[in-house]
Every structure is written in C-alpha cells, then in structure tokens.
C-alpha cells in the first residue's frame, strides 16, 4: 500500500466561515480543534475554486488531521483527491499523483465510488503531463465509465474533456475532437457556460489543427460570446485573434480584419502596449498580404509607435526593418532609408 505523503502539518491558520456569499474570519475563541475535517474541506474546496491552490492545500491538510484524528478513513480519503487536484493545478506533479494513487486505491478498497472516479481523472490528467499517455488514457476511460455509472453528467463531462486533451497530446485529433464535442453536448445540457467555454477553446484549437476552419470559427464565435458575458476581455484578446488567424486560413480577408480590429480595440481598453503592438502586427500583415501597401504602412507605423513609447529597442529594430522591406516593395526607396536611420541612430 503507497504511505500517504507525511508533509501534512498543523499550521495556524484562520477560521472563516460561509456568510452572505463569501467567507469571513470567525472569532478569536475559536480554535482549530473545535472545526470538524468536513469544515476544512469546505473551505479548501472553495479556495480551490478561486484559484487559490496554494491556500487551498493548507485547508486539505487540516482537514485530513482531523480526519486521521477521527479515524474517518473516507473523510481522508476524499481530501486526499480533491488535495491532488489543487496539487495537479500548481504543477506538482509527484506530489499529486502520490495523494490521487492513495485515494483512488483506498475508495475502490472502501467502495466510495465518487471518489474513486474522480482521483482516477486526476492520475489521467497528472499520467497525461508527465508524457505517459497509455497510463493516462486507461485512467481516464476508467473515470469515464465509472461517472456513467453513477450517472454524473458533470463529471462525465470533465472526463471526456481530459480525455479529449490526451487523445490530442497523442496526435489523435479525431478521437480528441469526437470527446470534446460528447462534453460539450453535455456541457450544453446542464448549461454550465463556463465549462462550455474550457471545451470549446479546446475544440476550436482541435478543429483548427485539421484544418476544419469553418468548425474552428464557430467554436470560437460561441465562445467569443460566452467571455463577453463574462466581461472577461484578457480572454476576448486571444480568442479575436484566433478568430483572426481561421478567417485569414480560409481566405477571408475582410472577416479578419475585423476581428483583428476588435482585438486592437480591446488591447487599447486594457491599456496592454503588448497586445496592442501584436494586433497591429497582425493588420500590418493582412494588408500586405492583400496589396493594401498604405494601409499596412500605416499600421506598421503605428506599431513602431507603441514600441518606441515602450523603450523596447529589439523590437523598435524588427518592427523598422519590416517596414523598409515594405517600403522596399512598393520602390519608396526614401521612406525606406529613414528607418534605416532610425535603427542606426
């Protein structure tokens, strides 16, 4: 039987409490001893949902002293996956995958099936980065089978995605693309949006790796919307520009360039001089490319002017040097020597 990792510790740390949609410091009379292991859980599993892995783990070890305490042996056990999975998100992988293999073998020993299901997903996606893709393939089908079983669509849904993003480590992009477009459907079913979102960010990319650029569009137009609801516009800058780069792939040259105008729209609106400088780039380029010489000037130029506010010389250098070639193209032989005074000076 694999030990469980002996890191966990009994660290202060502050008693909060669910109230009114978030959680707050209980008072001062209140110790550690007196908060049940279910109590610590809650809290790592809310902290896991923030993103805040790291604080996360030091709720789960609490959480399995008082469970070791009790003798509670399933109360452990499920701390231990959901600990993996926090574990798994910051990229400690050996540690990970030693809290999900005591997990997955002690629930199938104590017949917690929930719970097995789920610490057998976490050694698909941990087995997946470490590059053993049988190891995780057979996991992950494990956990799939098991959450039809129990009839959980969520974790279904989850299972086939991993599965989707091995199948795509491995090269099979149709395998990977028949298990995304399976999660989404049940994504779509019980109208997570913002799962629905993960699955097609990893179907349009999938699409758009066959060449299926008309797929890949309208994963990307679907889940444009869905981070535009969300006001999410870090994300709307990188889906614009794929968006961008599918409709260039498929010769539309006008639906590109609007896409990558909304993106410089948005860069702006974040005040990001390095996505900005990037969408330039990108129209700079879609103008050359169809002959519209003034045009790409003009936002070449505008480039270099974002790049010289930044005081980012290599760039400044390379950004010159594409627009002396461009000069150099349509015979402005003039213009194209005052870049090159510019990079000399």
């Known amino acids: 039987m694999m030990l469980v990792p002996s890191s966990y510790n009994q660290t202060s740390l502050p008693l909060v409490e669910h109230c009114s949609g978030d959680w707050r410091i209980l008072s001062k009379d209140q110790d550690l001893d007196s908060a049940s292991g279910s109590y610590f859980l809650s809290v790592g599993l809310h902290l896991h949902q923030k993103r805040n892995f790291a604080r996360a783990i030091d709720y789960f070890q609490q959480a399995i002293a008082q469970f070791k305490r009790l003798e509670d042996v399933e109360g452990e056990c499920r701390t231990l996956a959901e600990m993996g999975s926090s574990r798994y998100a910051l990229g400690q992988y050996d540690e990970a995958l030693t809290c999900s293999q005591y997990a997955c073998q002690v629930a199938e020993e104590i017949g917690d099936q929930q719970t097995f299901q789920q610490a057998l997903s976490n050694l698909g996606s941990i087995y997946r980065h470490l590059r053993d893709y049988e190891k995780a393939l057979t996991y992950q089908q494990q956990s799939v089978a098991i ?3 129990l009839e ?4 279904e849904a989850t299972a086939l995605g991993n599965m989707g993003m091995i199948y795509k480590a491995m090269g099979n992009c149709e395998q990977a693309i028949v298990c995304y477009e399976e999660s989404l459907r049940i994504a779509r079913k019980i109208k997570d949006c913002p799962f629905e979102g993960q699955i097609l960010r990893n179907l349009g990319n999938t699409y758009h790796a066959v060449g299926q650029y008309a ?3 309208k994963c990307y ?12 516009m870090r994300s709307e800058v990188h889906i614009l520009k794929n968006l961008g780069s599918a409709y260039y792939a498929m010769g539309n040259h006008k639906e590109a360039i609007e896409r990558h105008e909304q993106r410089l729209a948005v860069a702006k609106q974040l005040h990001n001089p390095r996505y900005q400088v990037q969408a330039l780039e990108s129209l700079g380029i879609l103008h050359d490319a169809m002959g519209n010489y003034d045009q790409a000037l003009n936002y070449h130029e505008q480039q270099l002017a974002v790049a010289l506010q930044q005081n980012n010389r290599q760039l400044v250098t390379r950004i010159q040097s594409n627009l002396r070639n461009l000069c150099y193209a349509v015979g402005d032989y003039t213009k194209a020597n005052e870049y090159e005074t510019y990079s000399s000076s």
Do not use: C, Y
């Open 147 to 149: 959450a039809q079983e």
């Open 152 to 155: 959980d669509v969520q974790a």
């Open 215 to 217: 797929k890949t569009i």
């Open 221 to 232: 137009e679907r889940l444009l919307h869905i981070v535009r609801l969300r006001d999410d």
